[in-house]
């Protein structure tokens, strides 16, 4: 789980997004109501959570969006986990700041790359590639697992 609390960054834009990385003593019920009534098709990561990045809009939780880290060929990675949006906010230009507020987020932290494994296994493994195409990841590789993704941010 998360293990730094401390507050990296907060951006609030024009239309009063604030966007901010939290520390596990800030994963309040409304998240774990989220993340609970979320619909994932594979369980939430709590153990390989690094990094909670959460949206607000007036006061309003907007989504989070969760990366881990990752060790390729000696290097440490960010690993894009999970996203989740609160129903209201789902399919809205928030959502979609979010997630590109989420990178600069990381990106401050010091990382360059983004990695992402779509498990072979998932019920909607051809969506997530789709979209995680669609959102600039390349494909880096196959495992027997799975499928490895990586975004230069």
């Known amino acids: 789980m998360v293990t730094n609390g401390q507050l990296i960054f907060m951006i609030t834009l024009e239309n009063k997004l604030e966007v ?22 594979e369980p939430f990561d709590w153990v390989n959570v690094k990094h909670i990045i959460r949206g607000k809009y007036d006061d309003e939780l907007v989504g989070i969006v969760v990366y881990g880290e990752i060790t390729l060929q000696g290097k440490l990675y ?34 360059n790359q983004i990695i992402t494994f779509i498990h072979k296994d998932l ?31």
């Open 20 to 41: 901010r990385r939290i520390g596990d003593y800030e994963v309040t019920e409304g998240i774990k109501s989220l993340i609970k009534n979320s619909g994932l098709d």
């Open 78 to 111: 960010p690993r894009f986990l999970h996203v989740i949006f609160s129903p209201k906010y789902k399919r809205s230009k928030k959502a979609l700041d979010l997630l590109i507020l989420s990178e600069q987020e990381i990106k401050n932290l010091g990382f």
């Open 123 to 153: 019920n909607n493994k051809s969506m997530k590639e789709k979209y995680a195409l669609k959102f600039g990841y390349k494909h880096y590789a196959d495992t027997g697992d799975g499928k490895l993704f990586y975004k230069n941010i």
